[in-house]
Nanobody, 118 residues
């Protein structure tokens, strides 16, 4: 019912920047929360940032370096990542909380790899 397609990952040197995008499409009434998670090898998936009704929240590890934003008309969420560190290396996943027929459902993108070299 809802498809999330991420883009913008890649390889960057420490201190560099990347911008991730996630576009939602499909059949839904509205999307409430959009978020970015990440999962590094051998680690659990963790919340990086979310945006809900214009309010944002960040993991302590990315505060001051990452910015989440949303283009509501496009149902697209962005993650601007600055001052990247090797420990930011992970697969980044988009997540959306959408109101669809039958109720609210949680959806995930396929993930995009971010690799930060030292």
């Amino acid at each position: 019912q809802v498809q999330l397609v991420e883009s913008g990952g890649g390889l960057v040197q420490a201190g560099g920047s990347l911008r991730l995008s996630c576009a939602a499409s499909g059949t839904f009434f509205s999307i409430n929360t959009m978020a970015w998670y990440r999962q590094a090898p051998g680690k659990q998936r963790e919340l990086v940032a979310f945006i809900r009704g214009g309010r944002t929240n960040y993991a302590d590890s990315v505060k001051g370096r990452f910015t989440i934003s949303r283009a509501n008309a496009k149902n697209t969420v962005y993650l601007q990542m600055n001052s990247l560190k090797p420990e930011d290396t992970a697969v980044y996943y988009c997540n959306a909380d959408a109101l669809v027929v039958g109720g609210t459902r949680d959806y995930w993108g396929q993930g995009t790899q971010v690799t930060v070299s030292s």
